[in-house]
């Protein structure tokens, strides 16, 4: 089974949106195994560390996709568990949730490719971790990977929800892929 996230600033889509001319895709692999194999092909970032993670709604939920806060709209990190926060001090910390993914990407002369295998997400419909119809989000800055390490304390606080990845550059919806050739 595949799934993608698809960015093509050449063609208007209702499941993605950026602000730049960012092109390029995130490609989900899942056989009979529990465990997905993520490959990320992007073109069109500023050079450096980009956080990148799943969002707990999809791009087609959005009502405005011409707006520039359209994918704040998306929600926060998809997440399974109970995520931490001021009330929830138990809850699962920024880093190991269930949409965190790699946490971030590396852009280098605009490209940047990154492939790894991910147990925490699924594309089967009927699980509870199943990332098909959210979205992914590629952010402006580096996640910190929720290490809290600031002087600032709004800045830790954050760090443990969303490690301070910055403004929401792009977003694109995760489709099912039906044609098996992909």
Known sequence: ????????????SKYSFSLSKIKGYVLFTQNDSTTVKVNIFIEGLPDGNHGIHIHEKGVSHVSDLTSADCCDKLGG??????????????????????????????????????????????????AENCILERSVVIHEDEDDLGKGLYYDEEKNIQSMISGNAGFRLA????????????
């Open 1 to 12: 089974m595949k799934a993608v996230a698809l960015w093509n600033p050449d063609k208007k």
């Open 77 to 126: 990190h998809f997440n399974v568990e109970e995520s931490w926060s001021l009330t929830e001090p138990n809850g699962t910390r920024h880093g190991k949730h269930t949409g965190d993914l790699c946490l971030n990407i590396n852009s280098k002369n605009g490209i940047a490719t990154h492939t790894y295998f991910d147990d925490k997400i699924s594309l089967d419909e009927e």
């Open 171 to 182: 977003c694109a919806e995760i489709r099912l892929i039906r044609d098996p050739k992909f």
